[in-house]
């Protein structure tokens, strides 16, 4: 018998230099912007950064500046003093700080309430987890308003009506919150690191602490911003569970610019002690947001 010669090992066959500079220059190659795409994104950033340079216009002006056709569009020397006229009118220190107690308490509540939701509704199994997971989303739907007499008849039954428990306790969760960070453990944890730490013995616990909040980090910290904004500028149910002796800021700024006459530049400077709060902690979490959104957009 003869052996059956084994054909030789056929090579791919070699790349045109054109098809590898073409991959090349492809593969290495950016987009980028013409002219037009460049002016409107100038001009998007202009309309949104207006107000917030018009806020400062006039929290540095007098009223009577204000009221003036055309306006000046330069900053004004009153600033220090509509700054001491809001102290004056409203206690706008007490008003930060339980703005500052209200919005971090509702955001550190709301944003590991709803990371442990969503972690068990998005790679938990159990009974009836569909059932629930529409549950909370449908009540999304439901007007908010529509929950503010019998709440208030709860806190006022616990007798914390004019205490800051009133308005923390009931933002502690959100639907929102849970629905989101569900979606996004979804894509951005795989089953198979849950596998292999279950596999070396770590209990549900330790596999959300050490696996699912590092990867989750970046929805958290979408969350966190969103749900501090919301609770920082939340004015109807402060004004109805609080009183003017402990306001939050929503409800110190009504105090300001009374009169027969209404000081829009106290009003405005008011306005703008109230907003650098909200730029600070977009400062301090930006970073972590882009990094979120380009998570979600960019597979990879």
């Known amino acids: 018998m003869t052996a059956l010669a084994t054909p030789p090992a056929t ?30 994104l100038v001009v998007a950033v ?8 018009w806020t400062i216009v006039a929290a540095s002006r007098s009223n009577a500046d204000l009221a003036r056709v055309p306006p000046s569009l330069l900053p004004g020397p009153n600033l220090l003093r ?29 944003v590991l309430c709803c990371t442990l939701a969503g972690f068990a509704f998005a790679k938990l199994r159990f009974r009836g987890r569909g059932a629930l997971l529409a549950i909370t989303v ?12 019998p709440l208030f008849m709860l806190i006022a039954e616990l007798q914390w009506v004019n205490q800051l428990q009133a308005v923390i306790l009931p933002g502690l969760v959100s639907a929102f919150g849970v629905f ?11 089953d198979e690191l849950i596998e292999a730490a279950r596999v070396d013995g770590a209990s549900t616990a330790r596999i959300f602490w050490s696996i699912v909040v590092p990867i989750a980090r970046p929805g958290m910290a979408v969350l966190g911003l969103l749900t501090f904004m919301a609770a920082w500028n939340d004015f109807f149910w402060p004004i109805v569970a609080l009183s003017s002796s402990e306001p939050t800021v929503q409800v110190a700024l009504r105090q ?7 000081d829009q530049s106290v009003i405005m400077a008011g306005t703008l002690l109230g907003t650098l709060p909200v730029l600070l902690v977009f400062g301090l979490l930006g970073r972590q947001i882009v990094g979120g959104i380009m998570q979600g957009a960019v597979k990879g």
Do not use: C, W
């Open 11 to 40: 090579s791919p066959a070699p790349e045109r230099p054109a098809a590898r500079e073409r991959r090349r220059s492809g593969a290495g190659r950016t987009m980028r912007g013409g002219k037009v795409a460049h002016a409107l």
């Open 46 to 53: 202009l309309v949104s950064a207006f107000p917030f340079y």
């Open 82 to 110: 509509n700054f001491e006229a809001v102290t004056e009118e409203a206690d706008i220190g007490r008003a930060l700080l339980n703005s500052l107690i209200v919005s971090g308490s509702v955001t550190l509540g709301t």
């Open 138 to 149: 449908g009540t999304m739907m439901i007007p908010p308003q529509l929950g503010v007499i």
């Open 180 to 190: 989101f960070m569900r979606q996004h453990l979804v894509q951005s944890l795989p």
């Open 256 to 262: 300001l610019g009374g009169g027969y006459v209404n």
